[in-house]
């Protein structure tokens, strides 16, 4: 019979080749993904794994390429899918369907600057799951272009109300080589002071994106040309689809983005 340790070994190594494929794994680095979803989302400090590694599935009917949870054994986390069958889950990410897919890579905002602290305030201060825009044929992730439009018809579920109860929230973007970038969006409407919709966040993470593409980048360092932004062979905003949003501290989310 596996000891604990043993047991936690394997589950770990079956964890990270998860995340070696997934948006988050791509987008930070597979450490700082199962840093952010193991301590921040699932808060599962325990040593002892017990039922967990059994728990996560890659794929549920409806759920397509989807790293998720059922979220009865999860019930402190925010549900943030459903699966085919009515089910709730917790989705913490998605496998990437195709390798060639290219996800942008950022360097993950962490509070105070990281360290024992950042990783105490995961711990101490939960943060919800991430939230991925699903069009109706189950792609993942919705053009720039679209997003802007906030058109109900693009996205599953464009009436949730994930961030209900909290007035604004700080969007970061750390795109590498650029110098981190942040902006305020207002989580109610000002008519009504209620909670926006997915589709409306959609709608003001992309605005807010393609405002730091045309007009709030400042370049740092220029090792990676791939990943250069504007001018006759950079990236520009019709390059880009909006794959969801991940929360990294209680008060701020960033991006998950791709190139078209």
Known sequence: MQSAQQQSSQFL?????????????????????????????????????????????????????????????????????????????????????????????????????????AVAELENRPILPPFFFIQHDQSVGVPLQVAKTANPLAIVNTDWTPFAGRASIKLRIGWYGYAAWEDQIQLRTRTTSAAITLGRLAQLVATRVEKFLLEGKVLVESRSPEWRIGGPNGISPENIVLVGVVSVSGGSIMPILRLA
């Open 13 to 117: 190594a079956f964890w990270n080749q998860h995340l070696s494929s997934s948006y988050l794994g791509k987008m930070f680095s597979v450490q700082s993904a199962s840093t952010l979803l193991w301590y921040g989302v699932l808060r599962y400090a325990d040593e002892t794994l017990g039922d967990f590694p059994y728990l996560l599935v890659e794929e549920v009917p409806g759920l397509l390429h989807a790293i998720s949870l059922p979220h009865f054994a999860f019930k402190y986390v925010l549900q943030n899918a459903t699966s085919a069958h009515g089910y709730p889950r917790v989705l913490l990410d998605y496998k990437l369907h195709d390798p060639n897919l290219r996800v942008v890579p950022q360097i993950r905002w962490v509070p105070y600057n990281g360290g024992a602290r």
